[in-house]
């Protein structure tokens, strides 16, 4: 009984293995699994691209049945072949399908976050960059397995092998027609260039992956950059909020301002420091606060200034490099925002002054003038922004106006005099007199 147990679940398994061959080298079956690994490529995209979120739930439920038909392939395959299961190309097949997990919406959510959520919050954006790297790495490894696939559909469009023929009908053909058979018989493939084959695939692939995920480690983020040695060519770097570019510092719009604050009651110090930017305030009020900024916790109103210039904007070439330093700039700035706040005295006032124009400036560094400009304006921490865009300064293109300006990122005393005009004192003094 147990012989006859055992001889029928070997012919069905052996039923089941002939049927799973015929599915996984069936022409059709290949050709859906290519499709269905060309939308696993760029369905993704194509939901951020040309949806919105209400349509989230069909693009999951096609993630769905991408999971399911992988899975099927990845088991009728193991069934099927004999040198499939536990092969290098199981294993890419595996770990290809578990990568669809992540582009459905709640899992990628809950990975990196929304994609809707604030840019210049410091935790979303960084999460952000990881999940971009990560999803380049995810769709190499769907791509790679068109290479399967294509193997595949090859081997089924293979010519099926004729029976032998008996020896009277090749008794009766000629020479001319026994060559091309002899050319067959030699053209085939042997047992030991299919294995150098596999090997030769498998280590181009594994190189291949090995690079995608190495370079962009030893790749230094945009974000991460100094600005390009142009911006530090002379000898002493000077800063706009302390005059620079003005005939004299007194004809700087900063002291223009002190001259008016003066006259309603308040004392005026000018700490800033040339050619610096958002990293080096933030490493200021982490470690050596008392020593750069002894008056701001007794301070009545605290102004901030800083340029883009000085973060590498002017030498940024790509849309990449400069969503990079816009999303750096605006949650560094808002790190030394909600850091000022906290060591200023409740009552006081803070005051950021928003970016101004550079000659060095395209048109497109001009859209990430404005986005920075439109985002700042939603901090709850900051009382007042000053905006230096105003037609008064800005010429309509990012640069300074023909007669106001000393070079490139500086503006004369025309200059200064125009960004003075730019300023509300009122609501930068809080309507406040302090009376000596």
């Known amino acids: 009984m147990k012989s006859k147990a055992k001889g029928k679940w070997k012919a069905f ?8 061959s015929c599915i996984a080298e069936n022409k059709a079956f290949v050709f859906v699994g290519t499709f269905i690994t060309v939308w696993a490529l760029i369905g993704d995209d194509l939901k951020l691209l040309v949806t919105n979120r209400p349509v989230d739930n069909i693009f999951d439920g096609l993630v769905v049945f991408c999971i399911v038909f992988f899975t099927l392939e990845v088991l009728v395959c193991s069934l099927g072949k004999d040198d499939y299961f536990m092969s290098f190309f199981f294993c890419l097949d595996v770990l290809s399908t578990l990568t669809l997990f992540m582009d459905l919406t709640v899992v990628s959510e809950a990975l990196f976050g929304d994609s809707d959520s604030d840019p210049s919050n410091t935790r979303t954006s960084r999460t952000a960059r990881v999940g971009a790297k990560v999803g380049r790495i995810v769709r190499v490894l769907r791509l790679i397995r068109i290479v399967k696939l294509f193997k595949a559909f090859l081997a089924s469009s293979k010519p099926k092998k004729k029976p032998p023929r008996d020896r009277l009908s ?5 020479d001319d027609d026994n060559f091309p058979e002899e050319e067959e018989h030699f053209d085939k493939e042997s047992l030991v260039g299919k294995k150098l084959s596999a090997k030769m695939t498998q280590r181009t692939i594994i190189l291949v992956l090995t690079l995608l995920i190495v370079l962009p480690l030893l790749r230094v983020e945009m974000t991460e950059r100094l600005p390009s040695s142009s911006l530090y060519a002379m000898d002493e770097i000077l800063q706009v909020s302390t005059g620079s570019g003005a005939s004299d510092e007194t004809q700087g719009w900063a002291h223009l301002l002190s001259l008016e604050a003066a006259r309603r009651g308040f ?3 000018n700490c800033g420091v040339g050619g610096t930017n958002v990293e080096y305030w933030n490493d200021v009020l982490k470690h050596s606060l008392k020593d750069e900024l002894p008056s701001l916790p007794s301070s009545d109103v605290v102004i901030l200034s800083l340029s883009l210039a000085n973060e590498g904007l002017p030498s940024t070439r790509t849309a990449e490099e400069r969503s990079a330093l816009e999303i750096y700039y605006l949650e560094k700035l808002r790190c030394l925002a909600i850091g000022l706040r906290k060591a200023m005295k409740p009552t006081a006032r803070l005051v950021i002054g928003g970016p101004y124009p550079n000659n060095a400036y395209s048109m497109e560094h001009l859209e990430v003038l404005k986005r920075v400009w439109d985002t700042m304006k939603t901090w709850d ?7 230096f865009l105003q037609p008064v300064v800005h010429d309509g293109r990012g640069h300074w ?11 004369n005393d025309l200059g200064h005099r125009s960004m003075y005009q730019c300023l509300d004192i009122d609501s930068i003094l809080g309507f406040e007199q302090k009376w000596r």
Do not use: K, L, N
Request: glycine share 6%; net charge negative; aromatic share 8%.
């Open 13 to 20: 398994a052996h039923g089941v293995g002939r049927v799973c």
């Open 170 to 174: 090749m008794a009766e053909e000629d």
């Open 267 to 269: 004392s005026y110090v």
């Open 381 to 387: 921490s900051v009382d007042h922004f000053i905006d």
């Open 401 to 411: 106006h023909p007669a106001a300006w000393e070079d490139d990122s500086h503006p």
